[in-house]
């Protein structure tokens, strides 16, 4: 077990090495970032620019430096906001983190009975109805999911606002477009990893000897797929993240997607890095408690 | 035993692999969810080749007098406008079939980007293994930490947006999954007989990697491709809705759900209808994608 948490301590370090690598190559992608943030400026001024960025020092020197003031929050001033950059993602991120969670028990809420039901009747009419649903939500682009619900709940029947993030009301059309985008992905994964167990030689051992089938589900079967479905549903955090980014556009709710997508606009690039430096730190995080949980639950796995 | 093996014999699995895609065939074509998707994929690819010589009107001509027009179903349709109009009078249907173009172009050329780069890391990483194998493993990790769609709209937006940098970007956003795949595959097969036998009789490395292993991995990396198109289409169009598309110039369906939602209060069509173009065409790859899967997959016989 600690041999294992050290290797697997190892390796978070290098990921977040390699993340802030990626991260740093955002600005320096276009080999001048000065000449993109201000093309029409006179050399001199690009110049005193580059100055303050330490745009002259060389590429390693730039790099461990980032990484230096990374660590320690600092990713310099918005270009726009002229404040520090890091402060106005993290004062966003209870947003954004509040919509993803939101969109996982919504999705969760749907996708667990559902598709616990589809594996346990596998090839029934409401087997094939879930299936038609996984393909229809793969297919459809979140933020169009988005501006439908919008169509209908706020446009057509006026039920709910338009956009905003003020009162619960307008929480619910981008919890549930995230959701919405969410659910059918969690939908296959659960009931594909019930489908592995449902028929092993144990369940069927409980089935004969009587435990009702309720029992036999969750005590039995789903015991021995939770395992799975958490490690695959941390793996697509990424996937969900980049959901939230979109729904937060299409609502104008106050994230951290909607800081960063009109950042990545205007060429915000201390605001860009900070924000796509802490999100991918989160999923780095998220991927490692998985991964760790993983062993701690896993019996077989503990003792070594 | 290996040692005896004539090269011809080495060709026995290739030969197999000829009988079981005639029978993968008929599986295939004998489902009615994959006929309809390779249909639906035809006709759209059919509208996005053909689509200046097929569209009604010009899909950039503005025509203010026609602004909104509803589609032609609803009370104040145009005949010559069958799917509406937008806000400056151009016609959404014919937007919507050049639209095709940008959406196929970049889902298939962004899909050949990732594959050379996942499947030769793929190959690499499990025929090498040792360090090459840690260090791609790590790449891909670190790939595996971003969200795609953010890590690719601050690249796309710092290299300056086009058509090139969309499909490079995409690609090289997109390539750990081929080689997760490539490399388990090759792992597996490397401990073969066949391979071994190869190996024992003095077939080179470079040949066992192309004439041996590449060809047994060649359904999974077909399966992959097709559900790598819906994806790549899919960030395409969400990449043109947050406005770092590839030019106003020309009509995509991300840019017109876009510039649809801002009217989505008067003109439900504007942002409606090129989502269901996105919707259609992706189910139709991802229906064709996951029967092929099911028709490739030698343990379901």
Known sequence: MSAFLVRRLLRFVVVCIGVSLVTFAILHASGDPVALIMPEAPEADRASLRDALGLADPLPTQFVRFVANAVRGDFGNSFFYREPAFGLVTERMPTTLALTCLAVALALAVALPVGIYSAVRRNTVADHAATVVVFLGQSMPVFWIGIMLMLLFAVQWRLLPVSGWESWSSVILPAVTLGAFTTPLFMRIIRSSMLEVINLDYVRTARAKGVSEWVVICRHALRNAALPIVTVIGLQFGLLLGGAVLTETVFAVPGVGRLLVRAIVQLDFPIVQAGVFLLAMIIVTVNLLVDVLYVYLNPTLRLR | ?301
């Open chain 2, 1 to 301: 035993m290996a040692v005896t093996l004539s090269r011809e014999g080495l060709a026995y699995e290739g030969s197999t692999a000829a009988g079981a895609g005639s029978r993968a065939w008929r599986r295939f074509a004998l489902n009615p969810a994959a006929l309809a998707g390779t249909l639906i994929l035809l006709v759209v690819v059919a509208a996005a080749l053909a689509a200046p010589w097929v569209v009604p009107h010009d899909p950039a001509k503005q025509s203010l007098l026609h602004r909104f027009t509803p589609p032609v179903w609803q009370t104040g349709g145009h005949p010559s406008y069958p799917l509406g109009t937008d806000q400056v009078g151009r016609d959404v249907l014919s937007r919507i079939v050049h639209g095709a173009r940008i959406s196929l172009l970049v889902g298939v050329s962004a899909v050949i980007v990732s594959l050379l780069v996942g499947v030769t890391a793929g190959l690499v990483s499990g025929f090498i293994g040792g360090k090459v194998d840690t260090v791609i493993g790590t790449v891909v990790d670190v790939t595996l930490s971003f969200p795609q769609i953010l890590l690719a709209l601050a690249f796309v937006a710092a290299l300056g947006p086009s058509l090139v940098t969309i499909i490079v970007v995409l690609g090289i956003t997109g390539w750990e999954r081929y080689t997760r795949v490539v490399r388990a595959e090759v792992m597996a097969l490397r401990e073969k007989e066949f391979i071994e036998a190869a190996r024992a009789i003095g077939v080179g490395r470079l040949r066992i990697i192309f004439r041996h292993v590449l060809p047994n991995t060649v359904s999974s990396i077909v399966v992959m491709s097709t559900l790598q198109v819906a994806q790549a289409i899919l960030a395409e169009a969400a990449l043109s809705f947050l406005g770092v598309g590839s030019g106003r110039a020309y009509p995509t369906w991300g840019q017109m759900i876009s510039l649809g939602r801002d009217f989505v209060t008067v003109a439900w069509w504007l942002p409606t209808l090129p989502g269901l173009a996105i919707l259609l065409t992706v189910l139709a790859i991802n229906l064709v994608g996951d029967r092929l899967r099911d028709a490739l997959d030698p343990r379901a016989v």
